[in-house]
Nanobody, 122 residues
C-alpha cells in the first residue's frame, strides 16, 4: 500500500489550500484515512480522520470549523480542505491509513505518505 500527498504550498494567513492523498496498492475502502501534521521541533499531531465509508469524521480542536476531510473511494482519494489558514498551521502534512481501527493515535496507523509541506506566512 502506498499513499501520496499533494497540494501543499506557501500561502498567506487567511488563505485556503486543498490537500490530496491518493491510495494505491489496495482499494481505499479498506482503510480509515487520516491526516496528521508535524511542525519543526514538534511531535506529529492528529488533524482529522474519516471512516471507511466516508460517513463520519473526527477533527482535532485545532482543525474544527476550518478544515474539512473528505474521501471518494471510487477514486481512492482523500482530501483535506483547509480554510482560514494560520501561521500555526505551518507543518508537513501526512496522510495515513489504518486497516483495523478508527483512531486519532498515530502509532496505530499502518501506512504513511511522505508528506507535503504547508507554509503559512503572516
Amino acid at each position: 500500500v502506498q499513499l501520496e500527498e499533494s497540494g501543499g504550498g506557501s500561502v498567506q494567513a487567511g488563505d485556503s489550500l486543498r490537500l490530496s492523498c491518493v491510495v494505491s496498492g489496495r482499494t481505499a475502502h479498506y482503510f480509515t484515512l487520516a491526516w496528521f501534521r508535524q511542525a519543526p521541533g514538534r511531535q506529529r499531531e492528529f488533524v482529522a480522520y474519516i471512516r471507511r465509508s466516508g460517513n463520519g469524521a473526527f477533527y482535532a480542536d485545532s482543525a474544527k470549523d476550518r478544515f474539512t476531510i473528505s474521501r471518494d473511494n471510487r477514486k481512492n482519494t482523500m482530501w483535506l480542505q483547509m480554510n482560514n489558514l494560520k501561521q500555526e498551521d505551518t507543518a508537513v502534512y501526512y496522510c495515513a491509513a489504518d486497516q483495523d481501527l478508527t483512531t486519532d493515535r498515530a502509532v496505530e496507523y499502518d501506512y504513511w505518505g511522505r508528506g507535503t509541506q504547508v507554509t503559512v506566512s503572516s
